[in-house]
């Protein structure tokens, strides 16, 4: 995570994600990877949400999310555009550092990103 910046790297297949200022990019093998503009818009809003989310922007998270908090679990549940595609969302903070982004998508499918030994 770098402000407006995400890269993912999946050792087990090879491939590497890049998003930087709304463009995205795939490389599988090294080699960059033509993906169609419905795939980098999707993907684009998608990296936008997590970057926010691990950014922890109070404001705007309030402006595009209703946030219910309890114990160390915080829910939001999308306000705007965002629900659309997207249910809701879990973060999971211990001592207030940000450990856990559950996000819950319309179509069924989940994702859990864990954060460990962050540096900030």
């Known amino acids: 995570f770098e402000t407006d910046k ?8 090879d491939k590497e994600i890049f998003y930087e200022n709304f463009s995205v990019e795939l490389k599988e093998g090294g080699k960059t990877v ?16 997590i970057l926010l989310l691990y950014g922890g922007d109070s404001k705007e998270l309030s402006s595009k999310f209703d946030i219910t908090k309890k114990d160390a679990k915080t829910r ?11 249910e809701k969302i879990i973060l999971k903070k211990d001592d207030e550092k940000l450990k856990e982004i559950k996000l819950f998508f ?9 954060i460990n ?4």
């Open 106 to 114: 319309k179509n069924n499918d989940r994702i859990t990103i864990s």
């Open 117 to 120: 030994d962050e540096i900030r």
């Open 76 to 86: 939001l549940y999308p306000k705007d555009y965002i629900k659309e595609f997207l």
């Open 34 to 49: 033509e993906l169609p503009d419905e795939e980098i818009q999707r993907m684009s809003e998608y990296f936008k949400i």
């Open 6 to 13: 995400l890269h993912i790297n999946y050792k087990e297949n």
